[in-house]
T-cell receptor, first 113, second 111 residues
Framework: QQQVKQSPQSLIVQKGGIPIINCAYE??????FPWYQQFPGKGPALLIA?????SEKKEGRFTISFNKSAKQFSLHIMDSQPGDSATYFC????????????FGKGTRLSVIA | DGGITQSPKYLFRKEGQNVTLSCEQN?????MYWYRQDPGQGLRLIYY???????QKGDIAEGYSVSREKKESFPLTVTSAQKNPTAFYLC??????????FGSGTRLTVV
């Protein structure tokens, strides 16, 4: 019940394409869903996060879509660029308190020119 | 600038040796976490601490130990009982209601 399942494991898109990464969770108590971006040899950095009271959140070229009934959320990257090539992790937690985030296994994105 | 500092960036361990990875934060965050990252495995939780002098085991705590004597510091010791320690280790901290801030990681290799 604590798992977050992420797909696909890897993704290759052309520059300007819209990669979509999907995550599914089981624990209905989760109420905080962040996405992290990680470049090789670096720590992950918070990209964007959503709470279940909204169905979509946009920050620049990054959009999270959230489907509470299906217990799924996804990351869309508009007008993808080679600089977006990185590993992306979804995560979930119960926001109150400091309980640990549960992470998906990651998606390695390559954007080719 | 506030942030999390992990050191060293690279660490080599001989068989049977204990090594300690440093994690220091000046963000005044209460909670700190240690994760292990292996290719294709995502981030797996080793230990976490919500307050000073208290910590809890994560999913893969065997072969690891931690201490939290100061709010700013959460060192991780990889003991000789950890049979497969080669991995990328990430430390993070969190203020209640906010996302994690990660350090830049320590890559540990057994030689």
């Amino acid at each position: 019940q604590q798992q977050v399942k992420q797909s696909p494991q890897s993704l290759i898109v052309q520059k300007g394409g819209i990669p979509i990464i999907n995550c599914a969770y089981e624990n209905t108590a989760f109420d905080y869903f962040p996405w992290y971006q990680q470049f090789p040899g670096k720590g992950p950095a918070l990209l964007i996060a959503i709470r279940p009271d909204v169905s979509e959140k946009k920050e620049g070229r990054f959009t999270i879509s959230f489907n509470k009934s299906a217990k799924q959320f996804s990351l869309h990257i508009m007008d993808s660029q080679p600089g977006d090539s990185a590993t992306y992790f979804c995560a979930a937690s119960i926001e109150g308190g400091n309980t640990p985030l549960v992470f998906g296994k990651g998606t390695r994105l390559s954007v080719i020119a | 600038d506030g942030g999390i500092t992990q050191s060293p960036k690279y660490l080599f361990r001989k068989e049977g040796q204990n090594v300690t990875l440093s994690c220091e934060q000046n963000l005044n965050h209460d909670a700190m976490y240690w994760y292990r990252q292996d290719p294709g495995q995502g981030l797996r939780l080793i230990y976490y601490s919500q307050i000073v002098n208290d910590f809890q085991k994560g999913d893969i705590a065997e072969g690891y130990s931690v201490s939290r004597e100061k709010k700013e510091s959460f060192p991780l010791t990889v003991t000789s009982a950890q049979k497969n320690p080669t991995a990328f280790y990430l430390c993070a901290s969190k203020y209640q209601g906010r996302g994690y801030t990660f350090g830049s990681g320590t890559r540990l290799t057994v030689v």
